[in-house]
């Protein structure tokens, strides 16, 4: 039996959580009587990629509570079914059957890693992402589906803009062998070569390894000034332990998903000065505590555990008020008018920044063929520079903007 968490986020306060997999979506006396607003979600609460699930859960629990204090969607209380897929891909399908044949569900919130595995299972409900592969967010496929987190490939063009600015022309490139990563690598290879760098070797491993030590050998031997990596998760401590054993010493740069675990644990003392992330600027402080403007989301998810990543907490607490934009632009619960009405969200002239975190100044832009946010608005300060330091509420010391 799956293991399932329903969290009933009826306010901050309260945990809510209970071992159950129903969620039926009927009426739990809130908002006037009305039916739940039903959220299922299929994230990794367990396994290597668990500190990122676990900030889902709780972002989109936090969210619901904020939600729900001011009258609910459409005056429908929200409520969070929360499954484990324990970071298995196979398990990760299997759960979202179970979930969407044990649950009315009004959105659907995919796995951040295998999200594109469970979409053909949702096609009906509108779905919301943080996913990184390209397919997450391929509207001719599902369009009722919509990434708030750029693919793997539209993250690539900041590691670029920074290896140039740095002076580096000889790049290597080490990824995870799943659909993310390989994106990443063909995507590293384009841009690198149209911007006059060389790419010198790359290295692909399992999300599960647990010694890369051969295929970090073998990029020191190639002779890269600088590795480019693709490593969710725990995984970045495994690319940094091998850069430790074979005394590979260039700098590494990673996209976001390299600091969506606490990296400070992870990465050994010695090599975490070579790390540096292009991150998304809502996971960044530039002094000792997080910035006022994201307390209020910080103090309700830090009631029902730590923040792992707080660019994980930002982009998942907007997914809902993505859902919550579309469905009361609509004015109704059909998932085909919300999704016509978040495709149109960019152009809005009353677009509600301030019910938004990671989209706070500028909302995201969609076309009718890719629901993933446009990467020509994200080069203005969507991302800022971070280095391993000591994690205060999700986020890493740095500076931001970083524009390219």
Avoid at 156 to 176: C, E, F, N, S
Avoid at 354 to 379: I, V
Wanted: glycine share 10%.
């Amino acid at each position: 039996m799956l293991a399932a968490i329903t969290l009933a986020a009826c306010g901050a306060g309260n945990s809510g959580t209970s071992a159950s997999s129903s969620g039926s979506g009927k009426s739990s006396g809130g908002s006037g009587g009305k039916s739940d607003f039903v959220v299922g979600t299929v994230q990794p609460l367990t396994g290597v990629y668990g500190a990122a699930g676990l900030d889902i859960v709780h972002a989109l629990k936090a969210e619901a509570s904020i939600i729900n204090a001011k009258g609910g969607i459409l005056g429908h209380p929200v409520k969070i079914v929360a499954v484990d897929d324990a970071s298995n891909p196979q398990t990760a399908i299997s759960a979202t059957q179970e979930l969407i044949s044990s649950n009315s569900l009004n959105m659907f919130e995919p796995d951040v890693i295998y999200g594109a595995t469970q979409l053909p299972l949702t096609k009906n409900i509108l779905s919301v992402n943080i996913c990184g592969s390209a397919e997450c967010s391929d509207a001719s496929k599902y369009p009722l589906d919509f990434s708030l987190n750029p693919p793997a490939g539209a993250q690539v063009p900041p590691l670029i803009a920074y290896a140039k600015q740095h002076g580096y022309t000889k790049v290597g490139i080490l990824a995870t062998n799943d659909a993310a990563g390989t994106y990443f690598t063909q995507t590293v290879t384009t841009d690198a070569k149209a911007a006059g760098l060389t790419v010198v070797g790359s290295q692909s491993f399992s999300p599960t390894a647990t010694d890369i030590s051969a295929e970090v050998q073998a990029l020191k031997g190639s002779g890269a000034q600088t590795v480019l990596t693709w490593a969710a998760g725990a995984t970045i401590g495994v690319v940094m332990k091998g850069m430790q054993a074979v005394d590979y010493t260039v700098p590494v740069l990673g996209t976001p998903t390299v600091f969506t675990a606490p990296v400070a644990q992870l990465v050994p003392a010695p090599v975490q000065k070579q790390l540096t992330c292009l991150c998304y600027a809502v996971g960044i402080r530039t002094g000792a505590t997080a910035p006022a403007v994201l307390q209020p989301l910080v103090s309700r998810v830090t009631k029902y555990g730590p923040i792992a990543s707080m660019m994980v907490v930002g982009l998942a607490a907007d997914t809902l008020e993505l859902a919550n934009y579309g469905f009361t632009k609509a004015g109704s619960l059909d998932p085909k008018a919300a999704a016509t009405a978040i495709q149109g969200i960019g152009s809005a002239s009353n677009y509600p920044g301030t019910d938004f975190w990671s989209y706070r100044t500028k909302a995201p832009e969609f076309t009718a063929t890719n629901h993933a946010p446009a990467s020509g608005p994200l080069s203005q300060g969507f991302y800022g520079v971070a280095k391993v330091s000591p994690l205060v509420d999700g986020m890493y010391l740095g500076t931001y903007p970083f524009k390219y």
